[in-house]
């Protein structure tokens, strides 16, 4: 069963910056696509960022609007690893932030969280104001 870790969340003060991990682990294991969703308390899960690439190449990126410009997806392959970076934190972009990915190729903005198939436990992310 393929997991996913996640790490680098914690408290920061607002327009302070944070980069979260999300690893694999299982070595062998290559995903298509990779994604950052979040959930606050009494909130939906809300789509933050994908990455999708094959071929050495990146086919798509794609950030939630709440996030644009601030936020940024990237990937290393051979850590098969993806990051989040964000910069100029806001008190709402306080959640938990989950990583996920999926095993096949698919041709979409891979912005639901039923386009993927594998998810990490979750870190929390708090921003203070």
């Known amino acids: 069963q393929v997991q996913l870790v996640e790490s680098g969340g914690g408290l920061v003060q607002a327009g302070g910056s944070l980069r979260l991990s999300c690893a694999t682990s299982?070595?062998?294991?290559?995903?298509?696509?990779m994604g950052w969703f979040r959930q606050a308390p009494g909130k939906e899960r809300e789509f933050v960022a994908a990455i999708h690439w094959g071929g050495g190449s990146v086919y798509y990126v794609g950030y939630g609007d709440s996030v644009k410009g601030r936020f940024t997806i990237s990937r290393d392959n051979a850590k098969n690893t993806a990051y989040l970076q964000m910069n100029s934190l806001k008190p709402e972009d306080t959640a938990v932030y989950y990583c996920a990915a999926r095993e096949t190729d698919y041709t979409g903005t891979y912005s639901s969280s039923y386009d993927y198939d594998y998810w990490g436990q979750g870190t929390q992310v708090t921003v203070s104001s």
């Open positions: 299982e070595r062998t294991f290559r995903s298509t696509a």
